[in-house]
Structure formats: C-alpha cells, structure tokens
C-alpha cells in the first residue's frame, strides 16, 4: 500500500513529475494548447495508440485509442489553463515549474489539470507494460476547450463517439475517468460522481429615466431589481430536494446600472446571474418560475438566457464500487461521493450513457496566484489511476 510519505529521492525522479513539468511550461492559456497534446499523443502513440485529431475552430482535440474489443476505458481531461493573473503576484513564474521547500509542485495548471494528465499516461504506459493484452480497450479524450466557452472541445468530441456509437449499437465509453481536481484536503477523500446543472441569465429591468428630485416622474429599475433579486434569493427552487445533490442556489455574479451622475434616475438596469440547479428540478422550470414572478410584480423586463451545463448523475456501479476500493487500499482513505462544485466536461461525456467519476489532485489552489500540487501526490495519483485499470480491465 502506497501511504503519504515525505518527499525522497524517488519523489525528484517520479516519471509523473517529469511529464507534469513539461506540460506546466507549455502557456496553454484557454484555448490554446501549445503542443501539449501533441506531447501526449507522442506517448500514447509509442504505446500503439491509435490517434484521431478532432481539431475544431482553432481548438485542439484527441480521440485516442487502444485495442479492439472489449468494455472502453476512457481517461478525459483539459490541456488549456486560465489566465495567470499579474504575473509579478506569483512567488515564481507561473510557467516554469517550481518545486517549493513545503514540497509543492507550483505552476499554473499544476492542480488543474496537468499533472492528472501525466499520471493518467504514465499509468497507462506502466498498466501496458505488466499486460500487454488488457481485456478491453483504453481511451484518451483530451481538450484544450474546458476553461473557456467549452462549445469546440469535449462536446465535438463526444457528438462525434455519439453518431458512431448509433452506427456500431455499442458503447464508445463504458467508464470514463475525468481527472478534474476532486479532491478536497487530501488526494482521494472526495470522488465527483455528478455535477449540478449551469443556467445562466442577463436579466434587464426597464423604468422611466428622470430626475431624481421628482419620484412622481420616474419608474427606478435599480428599485425594481433589488426587489426581484430579493425574491429570487428567497425562492425555493426544489419541490423535493435530494440527498444526492446540494439544493439548487441562485447567486448574482455582475450589476450595471445609472448613468454615473448622482441626480438621475436611469432608464434601464441590469444583472448576471447563475443557477446551479440539480436533479430535482430543470432550467426550464427555472426559466418560467421566473418570468413568472416578474409577471406577478408587473416589472418589464428583457432575459437572455444561457444554459451551460445539464446535471448528471452517474450510476452507481462497478466504477464507483473500484474507486473507492482503489483509494482504500492506496492511501487509507474513505472516499466520500460527492455531486458538489462547477461544472466539468463530464457533463458532456455523461450523455454517453457510461459510468463517469472525477478523480484529481487537492483543489485548494486551482485558479489562484501559486496554484500547485503536492509533489508526494504524483505517484499516488498515478498508482489510483492504473489501480482502476487493474480492476476493471484484467
């Protein structure tokens, strides 16, 4: 059993560490890839993968796959990284990996999700070399389109495997691994087996311009929207809450308003706002709940709406089952299944029809100044990930 241990010799020299590097110093900045995939592709290719590049309106996209027959192991995950920020802010330069005297690996897209990547390949590579015959395939679906929109990358991907999964009558994806970080204090406590749905909406208030010395004048949308705002932090959005999933939330993430002088009061107003909604209710329940409560207040207003994301709910199976035996015997640890956090491109690779967990690194840095990973993870990532192939592929 491999346990948490302090950083030794064998850290420095980890096969995962080095492809982790390598991949850190590409400034795959969303969507950009910068030859990451390329990288991988060349690994994967060494071990008789065979490569299907899905490129797509400047977004870079691989299908790559291993064997015949057989239930399909699929490894997914994301090249492309979010901005660094001020680059001055980082103790190092975020694109140059770092390895700091706490024992952290630093870099942008350490956590999120890089060195996931390397530990899915060397994993695979390690797995290849113990049975050269496994019994059924190994996929990769790698993007360099999740930070960003996410409308070239995954979801092209996966409208491709869906018209050859209709033509072939069989799964393209049996179980899938996306190697977003899950984790929450320590690698393997939190497994991500669903995500809550995204809606999104620019909901603009419309009223009277005029002087704000004359109230008998004027309609204030910014009165109108504080009061609609009020009404839907108030509401509940699900009839019947699940144990499963959090309940749904409603946040308001941007406001504009006013012309920037203080006597006037302006015509129209507007907001951001999200939805993370889950099984329990739809985005398009939300949607006429809240057209709606802006017919009961007798408010004008306009709405765009945005749906970003499905929820999804994998089914509780053999992949669950091997996971969380994997993270016992690897690391001690029970694992909790959660449904928590954003969205992931598992929302897209879910509509397959295949079991689909998160597995990652510790997510307390990602997106941030200094984000990074523990460097004693490395191993013990990659020992989880080939400890699933050994399960559900020999």
Known sequence: MMNYMPITESHMDCPVRKLAEELIRRESVTPEDKGCITLIGDRLEAQGFQLERMDQNGVTNLWATLGEKGPTFCFAGHTDVVPVGDPGAWSSHPFEPTVTNSGYLRGRGAADMKSSLAAMVVAVEDFIESHQKPNGRIAFLLTSDEEGPATDGTVAVVEELKRRQTRQQHPEIDYCIVGEPSSKNQLGDVVRIGRRGSLNAEITVHGTQGHVAYPELVENPIHRMS????????????????????????????????????????????????????????????????????????????????????????????????????????????????????????????????????????????????????????????????????????
């Open 227 to 394: 009061t609609l705002i009020t009404k839907l932090v108030e509401m509940t959005w699900d009839e019947s809450p699940n144990s499963i999933f959090p309940p749904t939330s409603f946040q308001v993430s941007n406001v504009k308003g006013g012309s920037g002088a203080t006597n006037v009061v302006p015509g129209t107003t507007s907001f951001l706002c999200n939805w993370r909604f889950s099984t329990s209710t739809d985005a398009q329940k939300i949607q006429k709940t809240t057209e709606h409560l802006l017919n009961i207040l007798g408010f004008t207003a306009s709405i765009e709406w945005t749906l970003s994301g499905q929820p999804f709910l994998t089914e509780q199976g053999r992949l669950t089952k091997a996971t969380i035996e994997v993270i016992k015997e690897e690391t001690a640890i029970n694992a909790e299944l959660s449904t928590g956090g954003g969205t992931s491109d598992g929302r897209f690779i879910a509509k397959l029809g295949c079991q689909l967990i998160e597995l990652g690194p510790v997510n307390r840095s990602i997106h941030k100044i200094d984000e990074e990973v523990l460097l004693s993870d490395l191993p013990v990532l990659k020992a989880l990930y080939q400890g699933l192939l050994e399960k559900l592929l020999t």
